[in-house]
């Protein structure tokens, strides 16, 4: 027996927010719960068994807060409003999008997008040292310089320290053209994307020149006391075991360090072994320091990027001695 249902989006812009591009998330909706969804003006018509139409309501009801306001849905919302309704884990949902981290220039809300991104973002914000380690595409540089940009906006911190290896340039940035910032800048760039989100372009140079935001090569921590400092340092896999301890030891008063990393995409030589695996092993019960993971469930985005991380993950299984 065919049951159906039909749901009144209220607006024909609220039906293209949840619909998506050539009703992509219709698609996914279809094809996460078996029901079959019909899409006429602003009236979603529903058809399947009971369980399968009860369960596409519900979805499309914990969508609600971001189709009702004309917000694009994207797979991971999906995703995560999925997983908070097969746990139980609805009131949850709701703690997330109204945990905003910041806003850009642009007035576009920041938060995070899946329960272990807002792990990682309360974990950040409560210990002075926090790793994330999880794959391309999941938010773990992105949410980090957010959250240390407000911080310093906010005047917490003095100084915002961007930091992360050149090993793409053999860390010989002595034969690379132009000066210090020329040389660093391709390596930074992720970090300097969060910068223009929330700091007017024009700006940011008088704050590099002041030393308020300071992005170099890890090589250029040595020898230094990070005091009243927000600290990222990026792309850690490619840091060597006395690398990573160098820059942890930087760490001074009223200051915090976030270390984001991929163990699975390492450019050191196939001999070294990544500095973020050896102080997982050796700080992962020190009181005060958090671990946060994000997985392939995490990436935030093309659906495909999520796609090629979980054949990725599932290869490197199978096949460890590849997986560098």
Known sequence: MTDRLTIDLFDPENALALAGQQEINLKTLSRKTGANLVLRGQELMLSGTATQVERCKNLVGLLGPLWKVGKPIADVDIATAMHALDTGRQGELKDLRDDIITRTRRGDEIRAKTFRQRQYVKAVRTHDLTFCIGPAGTGKTYLAAMLAVQALLDKQYERLILTRPAVEAGERLGFLPGDLQQKVSPFLRPLYDALYELIDAEKIPDLMERGIVEVAPIAYMRGRTLNNAFVILDEAQNTSSAQMKMVLTRLGFNSRMVVTGDVTQTDLPSHQMSGLKVAERILKNVEGIAFCHLTSADVVRHSL????????????????????
């Open 305 to 324: 990027v999520q796609k090629i991380v979980t054949a990725y993950e599932k290869h490197e299984k199978n096949s460890p001695s590849e997986s560098g």
